[in-house]
């Protein structure tokens, strides 16, 4: 008596794996499939222990205690969907109309990337008191964006200096 016939999984095709990346290299939990034979089978997978961002297959292994083998595919894809963070580097200010202003800036980090560079937009107009609003936009290789704002007020504390005439 032969063995010829493969073990057979069941719940095939599989489908894909959706995950959201947690960094360049994602831990995700992959379930085996059943399969089925008339001898005992052993499920083995070549799954890494860590998927980049992006399609991996993975491919599932059945053999039965005959050698006899089956195979089949699931796709695992880790995809990066969430923006970079940022920290704007200083509080909400007030300063004094007709000084300098220096903007602070801000920073940014990305699960996938790392540090990304926010880019800054709004003015402040040291002369005219009121409220400026800067915004950093900070986007990643995925395309993924991210903002945040900082209000800066100028204000005109100092009062007038008098000079009388011929004095």
């Given amino acids: 008596v032969q ?16 995950a959201e990346a947690t960094g360049t290299a994602t831990t995700v939990a992959l379930t085996a499939p059943a399969a089925t034979d008339a001898f005992a089978v052993t499920v083995t ?9 992006g399609t991996t297959p993975v491919t599932w292994t059945a053999t039965d205690a005959n ?5 089949t595919v699931q796709n695992v894809v880790v995809q990066d969907t969430t923006g970079p963070a940022i920290t704007v ?13 220096t903007d602070a800036g801000a920073t940014a980090t990305d699960l996938v990337d790392g540090v990304v560079t926010p880019v800054p937009s709004g003015a402040v107009d040291t002369l005219v008191p009121g409220a ?8 990643d290789a995925a395309a993924n964006i991210s903002t945040a704002t900082r209000t800066i007020t ?7 200096v008098i000079t009388a005439p011929g004095a």
């Fill in 67 to 71: 050698g006899q083998v089956s195979t």
């Fill in 89 to 101: 580097t200083a509080a909400p200010a007030t300063i004094e109309a007709g000084l300098t202003y």
């Fill in 132 to 139: 400026y609003t800067m915004t950093y936009t900070a986007t």
């Fill in 3 to 18: 063995d010829t016939t493969a073990p057979v999984f069941t719940g095939t095709p599989f489908a894909n794996v959706v």
């Fill in 154 to 160: 100028v204000g005109d504390t100092t009062p007038p």
């Fill in 45 to 53: 997978s070549n799954a890494p222990a860590t998927f980049p961002v």
